[in-house]
Antibody
Framework: EVQLLESGGGLVQPGGSLRLSCAAS????????MTWVRQAPGKGLEWVST????????YYADSVKGRFTISRDNSKNTLYLQMNSLRAEDTAVYYC???????????????WGQGILVTVSS | DIVMTQSPDSLAVSLGERATINCKSS????????????LTWYQQKPGQPPKLLIY???TRESGVPDRFSGSGSGTDFTLTISSLQAEDVAVYYC?????????FGGGTKVEIK
């Protein structure tokens, strides 16, 4: 059974940093690109970032480019999102998601974690 | 960026009746080399992550009831629930994966009339 378990969320002040983790199991993690998607309270879905299979290629939404860094450790089956210079508008539930098929590019997603709440507030 | 526009924002349908949700992309998401539409539909229930329903615009994900169907090509797509059940109450999103940034529609909330 595929499982994606996010951790590391919480309350942080504007300008602060946070590192999210997503522990994957139930599939061959090193065969799939992985993605972070967020959802502000009561709002729709927003793609944040994708990392390819090897970790050598990364993709970012303009809204987070230069502030967030996606990475992965295939030996630990874990996806990360380092979030710096956080703003109030980054407040959201952050989901990690698995590519539906073994493309090295950002695609669509067949499994999602339960999500982790990040609140940016003073 | 490809803008995804869903309509309506919400709809109320009687149990057993048909629900139709539209999704329009600002440019074609049909990839000519493989003739596939890079368009997916998700269902999201309150407090849950999105669930994949339909990919390649019309291919139903394994385990998804056959009352859910997707159609369309190019820039205009439709998700149809042929006979609405109580458990189908949710918000539905389309997403294009033709290029980055990946973009989602604003969502359509489906309720029981």
């Amino acid at each position: 059974e595929v499982q994606l378990l996010e951790s590391g969320g919480g309350l942080v002040q504007p300008g602060g940093s946070l590192r999210l983790s997503c522990a994957a199991s139930g599939f061959t993690f090193s065969n799939y690109a992985m993605t972070w998607v967020r959802q502000a309270p009561g709002k729709g879905l927003e793609w944040v970032s994708t990392i390819n299979i090897s970790g050598g290629s990364t993709y970012y939404a303009d809204s987070v480019k230069g502030r967030f860094t996606i990475s992965r450790d295939n030996s630990k089956n874990t996806l990360y999102l380092q979030m710096n210079s956080l703003r109030a508008e980054d407040t959201a539930v952050y989901y990690c998601a698995k590519n539906r098929y073994t493309s090295d590019l950002p695609r669509d997603f067949d499994y999602w974690g339960q999500g982790i709440l990040v609140t940016v507030s003073s | 960026d490809i803008v995804m526009t869903q309509s309506p924002d919400s709809l109320a349908v009687s149990l057993g009746e048909r629900a139709t949700i539209n999704c329009k992309s600002s440019q074609s998401v049909l990839y000519s080399s493989n003739n596939k539409n890079y368009l997916t539909w998700y269902q999201q229930k309150p407090g849950q992550p999105p669930k994949l329903l339909i990919y390649w615009a019309s291919t139903r994900e394994s385990g998804v009831p056959d009352r859910f169907s997707g159609s369309g090509s190019g820039t205009d797509f439709t998700l149809t629930i042929s006979s609405l059940q109580a458990e189908d109450v949710a918000v539905y999103y389309c997403q294009q994966y033709y290029n980055t940034p990946l973009t989602f529609g604003g969502g359509t909330k489906v309720e029981i009339k």
